[in-house]
């Protein structure tokens, strides 16, 4: 019988509101910070390509378990577009395909196009994209010349407000569901208009209920580590339940908890009739997640174990 690999590094649990640097991919990001961290298992939720900056929650342990919760969720975005240029990839890195000289659209021009876009709209994904064709990214299709059909895909976009407009440059805040391709939008955006237009900046601002404002840059984290430790870099840490705040709570008596961590439905008084649940035992430990079951019972879906 082989025996099980020891994993290596510190058990830490709890999530960190990394702002992810310009021009390293979140992957790259993720092991930087892993490292740092000298944590034994963390993942991100939601990659942002290297040119675009900004907030990458990244889980450490049994943080994990809630990632896909934070993947789902709708994300806020500040998009600096370039119009008037379109490029192969929709952003700064891609090569020009048309141009346009002295781009000059009003905000009267906008404020035509962009209601347009806000709500349930489609999109077709971009070519530079990480979706997969017959097992292929797209993007390394992309990168052999070769393009293929795309179906289009639903998104929605809850807000779409301009911040600022100056010559050809259009500064706009983006609320958005998740798969959102922001160099879709701001492509889409700029062929409505007339002159074409690619992403110039891009920065994520807020997942889920984190606005971004207790970010921290990898710097800052190696600054902390030098000066204080593991155990100052252990506060800045996120609760793993800070991911889920808008989800109703139930709390459980230790008896009713036993049964419930040993995977059984259970009948909790005053409980709410439908959906997702945080759950914790007594006042405070957090145990993990769970669903209403058409009975009223809740049924576990996620537990930490802590």
């Given amino acids: 019988m082989a025996r099980r690999r020891r994993q290596s590094g510190r058990k830490v649990n709890g999530i960190l509101l990394l702002d992810k640097p310009l021009g390293i991919s979140s992957n790259a990001a993720l092991q930087r ?14 990659s942002l390509d290297p040119l675009a900056t900004g907030l990458l929650p990244i889980c450490f342990g049994e943080a994990t378990k809630m990632s896909s919760f934070l993947l789902d ?42 209601p347009d876009f806000i709500g349930a709209i489609e999109q077709i994904p971009p070519m530079y994209s990480a979706l997969k064709q017959n097992g292929q990214p797209l993007y390394k299709l992309a990168r052999q010349g070769i393009e293929v059909e795309r179906k289009p895909r639903q998104v929605t976009i809850h807000d779409l407000n301009v911040i600022s407009l100056k010559d050809d440059l259009l500064e706009i805040h983006v609320r958005c569901s998740k798969g959102t391709y922001i160099r879709t939008l701001a492509e889409d955006i700029g062929d409505q208009i007339g002159c074409g237009a690619h992403v110039a900046r891009l920065r994520r601002v807020s997942v889920a209920a984190f606005d971004g404002k207790e970010m921290l840059t990898i710097d800052q984290l190696e600054e902390l580590f030098e000066t204080q430790g593991f ?9 793993i339940d800070s991911s889920l705040g808008q989800w109703p709570e139930i709390k459980l008596t230790d008896d009713v908890a036993y049964f419930l961590k040993k995977g059984q439905a259970v009948l909790v008084p005053k409980a709410p009739t439908h959906g997702w649940v945080r ?28």
Avoid: W
């Avoid at 155990?231 to 609760?239: I, W």
């Avoid at 759950?279 to 802590?306: H, S, T, W």
């Fill in 33 to 46: 910070v892993k490292k740092l961290f000298n944590a034994q298992k963390a993942g991100h939720t939601g």
């Fill in 73 to 114: 969720a709708d994300k806020s975005y500040e998009v600096v577009v370039k119009l008037g240029v379109k490029t192969t990839t929709g952003d700064a890195e891609g090569e020009i395909v048309s141009q346009q000289s002295d781009v000059k659209i009003t905000q009267a021009q906008l404020n035509d196009v962009l």
């Fill in 231 to 239: 155990e100052a870099m252990d506060e800045t840490l996120l609760p």
């Fill in 279 to 306: 759950i914790y035992a007594g006042q405070e430990r957090f145990l993990g997640v769970g669903c209403i079951l058409d009975d009223g019972r809740v049924a576990p879906k996620r537990l930490v174990n802590m």
